[in-house]
Each structure stands twice: as structure tokens, then as C-alpha cells.
Nanobody, 115 residues
């Protein structure tokens, strides 16, 4: 198993930026697709971005052009650069493989966008 630890969340004003990190305790190079997911209060946990082992990325329409996902195999870490944040981006953000495995869910990192 490769548990993930997310970090980098916080409180940011609308229009601001954050960079999330997801560190794996083991190698992620064998995991073909990695994803960032988010869950807002009262809503389902949804995929917002994913990246293949070769670096190809896909984004949900709601974050396209604002979020950028990347991965560093040497550091066993994936990142999510988030720009032009709005209140609708407020959620707990998680990383996992894609498709997600239940045993890989971490605690997530809270992102709150508010003035």
C-alpha cells in the first residue's frame, strides 16, 4: 500500500493561489494515473485533475485553465497548482490513484477561499 499525505491547503482570498502537495510513503512510479479529488461540504468527492505516468494531464471543466497538476517521480510527490481561486473551490482536497483505491485515501488538506 502507498498511503498519501496531502499538504499545502489553507485560507486564501478570492483570486489567490495555492500549491498542494501529495507525498507518498512509497513509490508512485508504478501507479499509472494519479488524481486530485475534492469534496465540498454536503457534496460528493469528485475528480478535478489527473496525470498519467508520462505526464499527460486532464482537468475537470470547472478548473481547466486555472489548475495545473504535475508529478515528480524522484520525490514520490504529485502537486496541484491552483490559481484564480474562487469560493466554489472551497473543499477538502485529496490525492489518490485514478481510479481511486479506498485504501489510498489520506486525510486530505482543507482549502478555504473567502474574503
Amino acid at each position: 500500500q502507498v498511503p498519501f499525505v496531502e499538504s499545502g491547503g489553507g485560507l486564501v482570498q478570492p483570486g489567490g493561489s495555492l500549491r498542494l502537495s501529495c507525498a507518498a510513503s512509497g513509490s508512485i512510479s508504478s501507479i499509472y494515473n494519479m488524481g486530485w479529488y475534492r469534496q465540498a461540504p454536503g457534496k460528493t468527492r469528485d475528480l478535478v485533475a489527473r496525470i498519467t505516468r508520462l505526464g499527460t494531464t486532464n482537468y475537470a471543466d470547472s478548473v481547466k485553465g486555472r489548475f495545473t497538476m504535475s508529478r515528480d517521480h524522484a520525490k514520490n510527490t504529485v502537486y496541484l497548482e491552483m490559481n484564480s481561486l474562487g469560493p466554489e473551490d472551497t473543499a477538502v482536497y485529496y490525492c489518490n490513484s485514478h481510479p481511486a483505491l479506498s485504501s489510498y485515501w489520506g486525510q486530505g488538506t482543507q482549502v478555504t477561499v473567502s474574503s
